[in-house]
């Protein structure tokens, strides 16, 4: 049986006690998936794995706080299940957890650039072996995986998920730790060099929100103080240094809390790459806390905790 | 008044409004096209793709200064400063449907009891400049509200892509103005070769959804909140949507003080953020997603038209459905509405 039916059935099983299981479905598109909220079985036979089920959707398990629901992750995905266990903002109890051995997901951007013609014109795809076969405005074009993959594939050491009642697939071999190289470039700029680089990226940002709310530690959602009015502690004025504020606010609520599932970038409509200072704070909290969010159950984030003394926090010898 | 001009003059054309308007056009930067404000040396950016953002800041920029107010010490009275904007504005190469959005603005700002001077000064004075789509996005269905992909409605100037050029076709007498520039030249024949693209860009798009009855029914599904916990279970709550919309026109006030100096500001608000509807009680009358976006579909396919004369509010850009972080379709909502049986 394929790695989809071996799903279905692991959710056939389940599905009675549950409010709902969270999957993907075909989306508007032949380019897209979409979250899937399968209630009957008929909604099951909906149900799509693959390079294009993108979505993180732990994001929305906070959403069912009391409920007993189902979830379909990807190894990166149950990075963000086992961060919202070990900081309890979920009980374990309350989620089955259909854990996939994933083989990666495109980057949506990536597949744009790659492509002839706008993906928006999108005929057909097909998925097959080590890549794909996309039609666009009558021209098909062949794109392989490794070269339309999500940049966190292209790093990931947990493609299977590290906490699950049900894994299907075959599972992987982890690759060894390892860097991106267009983070490693854009550290190498000068302080004047990323200045410049965020005051014109900023300058796209509108402020939306997507990034949050796409977060699945982002759990403030209502209440983020980016949006409060008293205090008024953010200008809703959207320049580039309001918006760039949000920003650092966002990702300091993350420090240690990360698990660098990338939905924030992805989610972002313009296209602004949250990534580098999500990857830039998680290399800070590596170093200073030998921390890394959601690697493993009963971890107690740092920024959560206290120690009077620090290790590797210099505190009085200087 | 029919024209033509070539790509390089459209540049051009930019580059010498720039002296006395501000200008307005998309420009790709960081992998996406947005529309900037233009300098001489950018580069224009009509065909990679649509901006991903609307070309609605036009009229109805994300930050409008409503006033400022400057202290001077305890004794003196606080002066206050209006601040209605100045200067002209021209967008270049807006979308027929981005144009067409501020028409869903105008009997909301513009009506008998309230006239909005920051809106209408802004509309007054800005010419919009848009660029026939040649060929449908999975996303777009403007064919279906009420338009199309060569609708003249809204814009001041329509170009068509011809060649190595475009077509230029005055909608209103302020883009009259504009064609009589020396940039532009004689048409020719091209104008046939114009009107056979855009009839085949229509005819490419197909037989549009038909909206009619939609209003009646998403209104008898007002109280059925499991329908709408149903459509929203995927949606993240965020204002992609609505920030990206083209007619969506709701905003918030906020004063920034500045230490003596204060400022207030009018800035993009959207249904689908708790805030909007917070009153000061504390009371929410739309406390769940499933409220919110029960109110911003309502509102374009319900309630907007039921006011003014059955006209959708929405331009089926399909902004909010590409750019959706969840890829929320709006259309299989309406749809799942209009189909609804008990």
């Not at chain 1, 921390?291 to 740092?302: I, K, M, R, S």
Request: charge should be negative; include cysteine; proline fraction near 5%.
């Amino acid at each position: 049986m394929s790695q989809l039916d071996d799903l279905k059935t692991a959710i056939k099983s389940r599905l009675g006690e549950l409010e709902c299981v969270i999957g993907w479905e075909q989306g508007y598109d032949p380019l897209h998936a979409t979250p899937l909220f399968i209630r009957s079985e008929a909604d099951l036979d909906r149900l799509i794995i693959g390079p294009l089920a993108v979505h993180n959707l732990a994001t929305y398990l906070t959403g069912y706080k009391g409920k007993k629901v189902g979830v379909v992750v990807k190894g990166c995905d149950s990075k963000s299940v086992v961060q919202l266990l070990n900081e309890k903002l979920i009980n374990r109890d309350d989620v089955v957890i259909f854990g996939l051995c994933c083989d990666g997901v495109v980057s949506q951007r990536k597949i744009r650039a790659a492509l002839p013609a706008d993906p928006g014109f999108v005929e057909s795809v097909e998925i097959g072996g080590d890549g794909m076969t996309v039609t666009v405005a009558g021209q098909a074009a062949t794109l392989k995986f490794a070269d339309v993959q999500a940049d966190k594939c292209r790093i990931c050491t947990t493609p299977d998920a590290i906490v699950s009642d049900v894994l299907v697939g075959t599972a992987h071999t982890p690759a060894p730790a390892a860097s991106l190289a267009c983070q490693d470039e854009f550290e190498a700029k000068s302080d004047a060099e990323k200045l410049e680089f965020w005051q014109e990226t900023m300058s796209r940002c509108i402020r939306c929100y997507a990034c949050r709310n796409a977060c699945p530690m982002c759990v403030c959602r209502d209440y983020c103080i980016a949006t409060s009015r008293d205090p008024l502690w953010l200008s809703q004025d959207n320049t580039p240094a309001e918006n760039m504020m949000f920003q650092m606010v966002h990702v300091s609520h993350l420090a240690g809390r990360c698990t660098e599932c990338g939905e924030c970038e992805r989610a972002c409509p313009v296209d602004i790459p949250l990534m580098l200072l999500r990857r830039f704070m998680n290399k800070q909290v590596k170093d200073v806390f030998e921390h890394q969010a959601g690697a493993a159950l009963e971890q107690t984030p740092p920024l959560l905790t206290f120690k009077v003394e620090e290790e590797r926090i210099n505190e009085r010898g200087w | 008044m029919e024209r033509f001009i070539t790509k390089e003059n459209l540049t051009r054309l930019a580059e010498e409004l720039v002296a006395t308007c501000r200008v307005l056009a998309p420009v790709a930067g960081g992998g996406s096209v947005t529309f900037r404000r233009f300098q001489p040396g950018m580069t224009i950016d009509l065909h990679t793709r649509m901006a991903a953002v609307s070309p609605k800041a036009a009229t109805f920029p994300q930050t409008e200064t409503l006033l400022v107010v400057k202290r001077e010490g305890e004794e003196k009275k606080p002066e206050l400063i209006e601040t209605l904007p100045q200067g002209k504005s021209v967008v270049i190469g807006c979308r027929p449907c981005g144009a067409r959005g501020k028409l869903i603005f105008d009997p909301v700002y513009e009506t008998e009891k309230i006239k909005d001077p920051y809106y209408l000064q802004r509309r007054q004075n800005t010419v919009f400049i848009s660029l026939a789509c040649d060929r449908p996005e999975t996303t777009c269905f403007c064919h279906s509200v009420g338009s199309g992909p060569a609708d003249p409605d809204g814009s001041d100037v329509l170009l068509t892509l011809v060649g190595e050029g475009y077509v230029a076709r005055s909608v209103t007498p302020a883009g009259e103005e504009i064609l009589k520039l020396a940039l532009f030249t004689d048409a020719g024949d091209k104008g046939k070769e114009a009107d056979a693209k855009n009839a085949k860009a229509r005819e490419m798009m197909g037989e549009g959804h038909d909206y009619a009855g939609a209003p009646a029914k998403l209104l008898a599904r007002f109280d059925d909140m499991d329908f709408w916990q149903a459509q929203s279970a995927k949606c993240i709550s965020c204002g992609a949507c609505t920030y990206m919309c083209p007619t969506c026109y709701c905003f918030n006030i906020t004063d920034d003080d500045l230490g003596l100096n204060s400022r207030r500001i009018r800035t993009w608000d959207n249904c689908m953020s708790h805030t909007f509807t917070l009153e000061g009680s504390g009371h929410n009358p739309r406390s769940t997603k499933a409220h919110r976006l029960k109110n911003r579909v309502g509102h374009k396919f319900s309630y907007y038209p039921d006011l003014h004369k059955g006209v959708i509010a929405c331009c089926g850009c399909g902004r909010c459905i590409k750019q959706c972080p969840a890829g929320i379709d709006i259309r299989q909502i309406v749809k799942a509405a209009q189909e609804y049986s008990e």
